[in-house]
């Protein structure tokens, strides 16, 4: 699977988009773009995936550049509830390779 | 129960001993992941099951390590002769076809 960079940490303030980068300069053709989150004590859980158009759900939005070399997930208002380890992970199918992730702390 | 369920959420456990982890995986999901998570880390995988059998078993670490879904539901995972490198969380994720990987809460193993 390819491998993912990610920035350790970053700091939003409640109420302000965050934005989190991602490169993933070897990805391969069929392989997606997934970004889960683990807040303390908790499982990951599933935030969005894509392929190679731009998604958005309830919870976020993921932006792919057009090689696939690098993506952003943006949370658009972030709250204190988003506080959390943000991994991003590219595969296809079942195994997912957690890498670190980046540590998000939301401010008030 | 509407998410995957895993039992115990901590166990401690002596050096040498046997311990058993059990998950409950969401109903009707056909696919069931094992994960370890070490302090400081992202989760490992571990093995996947498609069903009853073992798709992929290319993580577990040794010979120690050994899952079973017999009904392909319920799965356990199998540690034989603990050592303490085998202090984690142990995280079991479910999911349906093409749908993404839900995860538990996972199991906190001490092994002291």
Redo the contacts between chains.
């Keep these: 699977d390819a491998k993912t960079t990610q920035p350790p940490s970053m700091d939003c303030a409640e109420g302000r988009a965050a934005n989190l980068p991602c490169n993933h300069s070897t990805i391969s053709g069929n392989e997606y773009v997934y970004w889960y989150r683990q807040i303390h004590s908790q499982g990951p859980q599933y935030i969005i995936h894509g392929l190679k158009n731009n998604e958005t759900n309830e919870m976020a939005s993921l932006i792919i550049t057009e090689d696939r070399k690098s993506s952003t997930l943006i949370l658009p208002h972030a709250t204190l509830r988003d506080t959390a380890v943000y991994y991003c992970i590219v595969g296809h199918d079942y195994k997912l390779s957690f890498g670190a992730g980046t540590t998000v702390t939301v401010r008030a | 129960g509407a998410g ?1 369920s895993q039992t115990p959420s901590n166990k401690v456990t002596e050096k040498g001993k046997y311990v058993e982890l059990r998950c409950d995986p969401i109903s009707g999901h056909t ?1 069931l ?1 094992w ?1 370890r998570q070490s302090l400081g ?5 571990l093995i ?1 099951f ?1 069903g009853t059998g073992a ?2 078993d290319s993580g577990l670490p040794n010979d120690r390590f050994f899952a079973v879904r017999p009904e392909g539901s319920v799965s356990t995972l199998k540690i034989q002769r603990t050592e303490r490198g085998d202090s984690a969380v142990y ?1 079991c ?1 479910s ?1 349906g076809r093409d749908t ?7 199991t906190r193993l001490t092994v002291v």
Excluded: H, M, N, S
Excluded at chain 2, 41 to 45: A, C, K, L, V
Excluded at chain 2, 100 to 106: I, K, L, R
């Design positions: 995957v696919a992941y994960y880390q992202g989760p490992e995988f996947y498609q798709a992929d995280l994720a999911g993404e990987a839900f995860f538990g809460q996972g």
